[in-house]
């Protein structure tokens, strides 16, 4: 393995990355650093977040940079305000040694004025989210023409979430003779479209294989009935005495029912999704990151500002449709070569996707069993036991009270003592799993005749429905469309119609809306149905992306 210096890492790099902690490079950072440090060719890096990518980009763009140059060399784009930030972070503290360095975080939701001004008196390395960058060259007041070196981190997820446009127009704008790198943990077909339209013959660099999972991340699954999935993330949570993890939700209203319930049960959870509003979530965010919370309950879009390494758990409380998310989710835990376990709450028709992403990132899943009452407890114990071993006992403040302690116990013996003790802090939860029916696993043969008979009529029932919410007629002067959410995502006309008013430029009147469990049909003036259509194209709403069609077009399809 090579060292930092034999990568050919400045003096004065070397110092700050030393006093950061770093020893040996990671596998991304020995492949990336003499890569950009000695030519100038394009390269696309597939790495799982939480591999050291940031320094592996970081270091070699700070040693090339022209100090005397007081303009952006370097533009770095990644999907949210918190990597912005953290990116930006450790450019700075790799830097510090650096002497006339100028890094400046670009982001949404913080004074664009401020950011002018900085922008004005002159900075080297800009990071932004592609939003915010937007809107400042729309202003013109970023110059993008000595850009010599462009880095989209985390891309698929910037794809993701719809900013494959934003990225058209930005790569525009800088000099064509620029180099690329884009990291990404995976491949899917919208990155390869980039990469061909905008990388010159570039160096591929793998750590792991395509789309792969972290190779320190174990992979369970429990099966229950859906009514009991709450019910079994309880006993999960309570087997691992200290988890300190992620929950992973489809859908916010999901996501808020679960961190509440566990709340009321006396748990340290919270939420994180996209209703709280930004102070809200960094506040949240904050919690989590200092262990004042042990369990995080989240959707998928809110947590991706979300960067921490010592994550030992996710917990997916249902599987994602999209199959990349899940390799996203697990790429959470495991981290800088730390053990981590991903575990999925799932029902009986969801067996099928454990068997598609085991393909997708080459590892098997491990079938558990609901843990027992009687273990849970025992298990809580025993680490209980474990923490009074431990325990650090200040000698100099307990002393002086040691005496009046002893004379109140002293009618107790060694073991009545231990027994009061253990009783103390596990009686709510021995009572708790004495008075709980265990949790009844289905078959694996999935579910009864009699469910798949009732699910088939709801199918059934629901096609039917469709169809005949279909063929009605819109209000003279609208057209009606369809959309892939409904009832089960949580959908009402008023969010439906914030959702429209968010995504879709100017005001569109919404008629008559009819709300199905999984899909529902609006209606919009004739003249801005094409607007409507295009609009919400692509766009993802938590991991799910949106599928907005004229009900006519469908109608014709099925004949």
Known sequence: MSTFEQLGVAPEILRAIQE???????????????????????????????????AAFGIPVIQKTDIGLLSPQTLILCPTRELCLQIAGDLTEISQYVKGLKILPVYG????????????????????????????????????????????????????????ESIDEILSSVPQDRSMLLFSATMPQEIAKITKKY??????????????????????????????????????????????????????????EIADKLIQDG??????????????????????????????????????????????????FGLPDDLEVYTHRSGRTGRAGKAGTSISIIHTKEKGKIKQIEKTIN??????????????????????????????????????LLPSIFRKLDWLDKEDVIK????????????????????????????????????????????????????????????????????????NPANLMGFLNDYVPGKVRVGRIDLMKNFSFFEVPEQNARQVVKALKGIYVEDRKLVVEFASQMNSKKH
Do not use: W
């Not at 809200?280 to 979300?306: C, E, P, S, W």
């Not at 491990?366 to 027992?372: D, F, H, Q, T």
């Not at 025993?382 to 006992?393: A, Q, S, T």
């Not at 949790?439 to 005949?468: F, L, W």
């Open 20 to 54: 950061m902690g770093f020893e040996q490079p990671m596998p991304v950072q020995e492949q990336v650093i003499p890569q950009l440090l000695s030519n100038t060719r394009d390269i696309i890096a597939l790495a799982q977040t939480g591999t050291g990518k940031t």
């Open 109 to 164: 939701g913080s004074s664009i004025e401020s950011q002018i001004k900085t922008l004005k008196r002159g900075v080297q390395i800009v990071v932004a989210t592609p939003g915010r960058l937007i809107d400042l060259i729309k202003r013109k007041t970023v110059s993008l023409a000595n850009v010599h070196t462009v880095i989209l981190d985390e891309a698929d997820e910037m794809l993701n979430m719809g900013f494959t």
């Open 420 to 491: 009061r003790v253990v009783s103390l802090e596990f009686n709510r939860l021995i009572d708790y799993y004495q008075k709980a029916e265990e949790i009844e696993e289905p078959s694996e043969q999935s579910y009864s005749k009699n469910e798949r008979t009732r699910n088939r009529k709801n199918e059934r029932g629901d096609k039917y429905d469709r169809g005949d919410k279909n063929n009605r007629q819109p209000e003279k002067g609208y057209t009606r469309l369809f959309i892939n959410i409904g009832k089960i995502d949580g959908a």
């Open 363 to 400: 590892k098997k899943f491990e079938k558990e069993n609901i843990p027992a009452g009687d273990i849970i407890c025992e298990k809580q114990l025993f680490n209980f036991v474990d923490k009074i071993e431990k325990v650090k006992v200040n000698e100099e403040e307990i002393e002086r």
């Open 199 to 256: 990388m010159s013959d570039p160096v591929e660099i793998i750590i792991g294989r395509k789309n792969e999972g972290a190779q320190n991340v174990k992979h369970i699954y429990f099966m229950v009935h859906a009514k009991d999935k709450y019910l079994a993330l309880k006993r999960i949570v309570d087997y691992y005495p200290n988890i300190y993890g992620i929950v992973f939700c489809r859908t916010r209203k999901d996501t808020q």
């Open 267 to 316: 748990y340290d959870a919270d939420s994180l999704h996209g209703d709280l509003s930004q102070a809200q979530r960094d506040y949240v965010m904050n919690k989590f990151r200092q262990r004042n919370l042990q369990i995080l309950v989240a959707t998928d879009v809110a947590a991706r500002g979300l960067d921490v390494d010592d994550i030992t758990h996710v917990i997916n």
